[in-house]
């Protein structure tokens, strides 16, 4: 049988590549399609696909908070993210969150069919690009505390991420179908809890620990 993908990315150029290259593969076929991390949620909900290619910079919900939600839900769906970036804390978040593969963006073509390939053999695929020393810092951060981003809901997250990504309050109460009230006192208590005095601040947060990124 082959592989069930869906793809999520918001650019639809990027997703009519992969598609082509995964209709070309034999072994795998694209069921869905998610341009935001909130669809993306709905859809493996509703196809149930094997595996997710998802970009970590989303609009609305970003790549590890959609991650965070399809693993809650349906542990068995494996996901890979992909996303431009080799960075330490991108990383470090998917992998906590319990990410399949991360594959960048730069990427040969043939490495998207062998990151294919091996997840779904039930490994883990990291683009070789990734420093080995990023994946060593993980595994030896595991015992580590709490960072900052784990002392927020999942709600305050994503009130963090559309404040970020320049949505005014009540474009953000109308995305998540809240009150004005309920957006201000949740941007209230963000501030309060990462001792941040303005939006700038939390914007500067947001980019800093990958709940969106600093290229938009």
Known sequence: M???ILLADDHALMRAGMRALIDGMGHAEVVAEAGTGLEAVALVAEHQPDIVLMDI???????????????????????????MHADEEYIVQSLRLGVAGYLLKDSATMELELALRSVAAGETYLSPAISRQVVDD?????????????????????????????HSTRQCAELLNVSVKTVESHRANLMDRLGVRDLPGLVRFAVRHGLVSAEG
């Open 2 to 4: 082959k592989q069930r």
């Open 57 to 83: 910079s989303m609009p609305e919900l970003n790549g590890l908070e959609a991650l965070a939600r399809i693993r809650r839900r349906d542990a068995d769906v494996r996901v890979i993210m992909l996303s």
């Open 138 to 166: 993980y595994l030896g951060r595991l015992a580590d505390s709490d960072g900052p981003l784990d002392r927020l809901t999942a709600r305050q997250r994503q009130v963090l991420q559309l404040v970020a990504e320049g």
